[in-house]
C-alpha cells in the first residue's frame, strides 16, 4: 500500500474520470513544510500562525513574522499557501494579552473579532503577509468571519497596510487572494453573498460543526452530536460550493473532515476543489480518489442533501464506495 501511495508523490491528484483537486496540507510553523512536501502536498491550505503567538511572553515582532512566512513561501516555491491571520481566543489563549474570562469562550471575543478591535496586534500581522508576498504565492483568510462587514472591515485595514508599504518604498504583489474561513453557520447560508466579494473560500468543519449542531468539539457528553456526515453539514458545505462557483470561486476545506476516507467521496460529488489536511493524509487521499468516478458522485448528490440521517448518509457512502 506505501508503495502505491508513493508513486502519486509527485502527481498531481485526479479521480478515475479525470476530473481534477487540490490535495494540500495544514501546517503551524515553517519547520512542518518538509512533511508537506515528502508527503506530496501539492500547497498549504492552511498555514495556522496562531503557534507564533504562543508559548511566549510577548507578541511576536513584524520581522519575526515576515521571516516566518518568508521561510514558508520559498520552501514551497510557487505552490500556493494560504495563510490564515490570528485566531486566538476559544480555546487558545495568550497570557501576555490580558484576553477577558468568558463564560463562552467559543461564542466569544475571539479571533477576526478580536483582531479588528486591536488593530495594534492585526496590522502588523498583515504588514509582514504583504512584504512575504514577493517570496511565493501567497493567499490570505481571515477566521471566524461571521458577517460581511468584518469581511470588509478587514479587507480594507489589508489594502490600508499594502498602500503604506508601497508608499514607504517596499514591494508587495498584486496577486495576492484574499479569502474567508467557512466555519459560521450565516456564513455558510449568504455565500451568496460573500462569493461577490471574496476571492475563494475555505470550510473550516472543526468549528463549523460545533456551531450548527451546538456542540461543543471538546465536550466528551455531546461528541454524539458531533456529526460531519450531518444532511445539515452536507447541505452547508453545498450551498457555499454552489454559491462560490457560480461567482468563479474556488472552495477548500481545511477541517479534519477533508482527510476523512468516507466524507472525500462526498466531498467529491459536492464539488470541493481543494482537500487540505494533515500531510500524512495527503497519499492515502490521493490514492483513494484516483479509484473514484467524480461524475457518478455527483449523480448522488441531491440524494446525499435529501436524506434524513448522518447514519443513512454514512451507509449509502460505504455501500457506493465498496
Ligand atoms: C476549523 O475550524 O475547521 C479549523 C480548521 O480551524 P481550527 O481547527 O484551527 O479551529
Ligand atoms: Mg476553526
Known amino acids: 500500500q506505501k508503495e502505491e501511495w508513493a508513486k502519486l508523490k509527485n502527481e498531481p491528484t485526479f479521480s478515475a474520470d479525470g476530473e481534477q483537486v487540490e490535495l494540500a496540507a495544514n501546517i503551524g510553523t ?10 506530496g502536498g501539492e500547497g498549504i491550505g492552511l498555514y495556522r500562525t496562531e503557534f507564533l503567538y504562543m508559548g511566549k511572553t510577548e507578541l511576536p515582532t513584524e520581522d519575526e513574522q515576515y521571516d ?3 521561510a514558508v513561501l520559498e520552501q514551497m516555491d510557487e505552490k500556493p499557501v494560504v495563510v490564515r491571520t490570528l485566531d486566538i481566543g476559544g480555546d487558545k489563549e495568550l497570557s501576555y494579552l490580558d484576553l477577558p474570562k468568558e463564560l463562552n469562550p467559543f461564542l466569544g471575543f475571539r479571533a477576526i473579532r478580536f483582531c479588528l478591535e486591536n488593530e495594534n496586534v492585526f496590522r502588523p500581522q498583515l504588514r509582514a503577509l504583504l512584504r512575504a508576498s514577493v517570496h511565493g504565492n501567497l493567499k490570505i483568510m481571515f477566521p471566524m ?3 460581511l462587514e468584518e469581511f470588509r472591515q478587514a479587507k ?43 476571492d475563494f473560500f475555505s470550510i473550516g468543519t472543526n468549528d463549523l460543526i460545533q456551531y450548527t449542531m451546538a456542540a461543543d468539539r471538546m465536550n466528551e457528553k455531546v ?11 452536507l447541505n452547508l458545505i453545498s450551498n457555499v460550493i454552489e454559491e462560490a462557483h457560480r461567482e468563479g470561486k474556488w472552495v477548500g476545506m481545511c477541517g479534519e473532515m477533508a482527510g476523512d476516507p ?29 479509484g473514484l468516478s467524480k461524475e457518478k458522485l ?7 442533501l435529501s436524506m434524513e440521517t448522518a447514519e ?11
Not at 461528541?223 to 453539514?233: G, K, M, R, V
Not at 443513512?312 to 465498496?322: G, L, Q
Open 30 to 39: 515553517p519547520e512542518d513544510v518538509t512533511g508537506v512536501l515528502d508527503n
Open 68 to 70: 516566518a512566512y518568508k
Open 145 to 147: 468571519i461571521a458577517t
Open 156 to 198: 480594507a485595514i489589508l489594502m490600508d497596510e499594502k498602500e503604506n508599504l508601497k508608499r514607504e518604498g517596499n514591494k508587495v504583489s498584486d496577486d495576492i487572494e484574499v479569502g474567508i474561513m467557512v466555519e459560521i453557520p450565516s456564513t455558510a447560508v449568504i455565500a451568496k453573498q460573500f462569493a461577490k466579494e471574496v
Open 223 to 233: 461528541s454524539y452530536l458531533y456529526q460531519p456526515y450531518h444532511p445539515a453539514i
Open 262 to 290: 468516507i466524507a472525500i467521496p462526498i466531498l467529491l460529488g459536492l464539488g470541493l476543489d481543494e482537500f487540505s489536511m494533515s500531510a500524512s493524509s495527503v497519499l492515502p487521499a490521493r490514492t483513494q480518489i484516483s
Open 298 to 304: 455527483v449523480s448522488y448528490k441531491e440524494k446525499l
Open 312 to 322: 443513512e448518509v454514512e451507509e449509502f457512502v460505504k455501500e457506493k464506495t465498496e
